[in-house]
């Protein structure tokens, strides 16, 4: 994806974009934590935290890869750097939905009514990249959450469930299955349409400019 795709009050603004994301994720990752250690002390659940320990770690650890990178990138271009921001909002999108997937794999699976975080990615993706890029990201969340079901459901990977907050076996149950997968496909689709839907407009307004200049 080339940043000249996208509109330019968006393109303007696409490296800031990018570091708020950066400093987001920290926040999310605090967040990991701390409901880690909620879950665990307070709520009364059986679960392992290590791998979810381990989860935020890899955020912050991407999350300094992905500064380093803009650094450079800023430093190469005198601080211009729309295309490299681009590439890395790309990149961090991605990864944050594999690690989100992680992250419920390792906390109740499908059973886990996060699943709904989900939509906060694909709505980045909707408002700061292209079309192509945006649609390419809502599938890849389809298929990992709907990967992460059926290998779940076939028995290929195993089921972590949190005895005392979730139900154990749900993940077995086809009915809960199709209800869960329905619902999630229609949140990151709406989620993909509205965000799309605001940037489109914003791309009319660029169309518009250019055909009203002399």
Do not use: K
């Amino acid at each position: 994806m080339n940043a000249p795709d996208l509109p330019s009050l968006i393109r303007a603004d696409l490296a800031r974009h990018a570091w708020w994301v950066i400093y987001l994720r920290y926040i999310c990752a605090a967040a990991v934590v701390l409901g880690t250690v909620m879950l665990t002390q307070s709520m009364g659940a059986r679960l392992d935290g290590a791998p979810l320990y381990g989860i935020a770690g890899a955020l912050v650890a991407a999350n300094v890869l992905y500064g380093v990178h803009l650094s450079r990138a800023a430093r190469r271009t005198g601080g211009a750097l729309p295309d490299a921001a681009a590439r890395s909002l790309i990149l961090q999108i991605g990864m944050d939905l594999f690690l989100l997937t992680l992250l419920l794999h390792f906390s109740g699976g499908v059973t886990n009514p996060l699943a709904t975080l989900y939509v906060g990615p694909v709505l980045l993706a909707g408002f700061l990249l292209s079309v192509r890029s945006a649609y390419a990201l809502a599938a890849l969340a389809l298929f990992l959450y709907g990967g992460m079901a059926i290998l779940e459901y076939r028995l290929i990977i195993p089921h972590v469930p949190i005895p005392g907050l979730f139900a154990p076996t749900a993940f077995r149950n086809e009915s809960f299955l199709l209800v869960a997968l329905t619902a999630f496909c229609m949140a990151v689709g709406m989620a993909a349409l509205i965000s799309l839907t605001v940037s489109g407009r914003l791309r009319g307004q660029d169309a518009g400019e250019e055909e009203s200049e002399p």
